[in-house]
């Protein structure tokens, strides 16, 4: 964040997307939360992971088969041979009682910790944020007091130079002040 926001463009850009002037935690948090590409990353992993449970507890896909069989390629006969024969069936894999239930529960169990695991990506993102916003909060108050000590210093060395063009003041204040 400091990095980010140490180029007028970047603060401007900031601005724009209505964070504030000045910058404030809550709404750098909020604007995270809702635009950083790792957090959005995490919760489409869960998003995803969340469907899971009801396809690991569904039956497999059923089979359908066709099948055609004769002696010769030259045109399509059924029944002139005891050889030739066509077939239409189909198949549904039943798993064993309890199994679909065990993987729908062990799918729940890693969507719940893909909800977890995008909760700390979250938390991570969040917490280099708040400690980029306290190394920026630190900059800007330096930053003010050094404004405020240019601003004395400068009143100071007005103040030797008219001293010093009434009479009152000696060169060497003036040379210091500046």
Known sequence: LAAVLSTPAMCRAVDDDGLGDPLKLTAAIAYARGHNAEIRAAQAKWRAAQARPAQAGALPDPMVELAYHDEGFNRL??????????????????????????????????????????????LDVV????????????????????RRNKALLEKFARTAEAKYAVGQGIQQDVLKAH
């Open 77 to 122: 006969r059924l029944g002139d041979t005891d050889f030739a024969f066509a077939r239409v069936g189909g198949s549904q894999e039943l798993p064993f009682p309890g199994k679909r239930g065990l993987k729908r529960e062990i799918a729940t169990h890693a969507a719940e910790q893909t909800a977890e695991e995008a909760r700390r990506v979250e």
């Open 127 to 146: 917490s280099r944020l708040t400690m980029a916003y306290a190394e920026y909060a630190h900059l800007d108050e330096l930053l003010d007091i050094l």
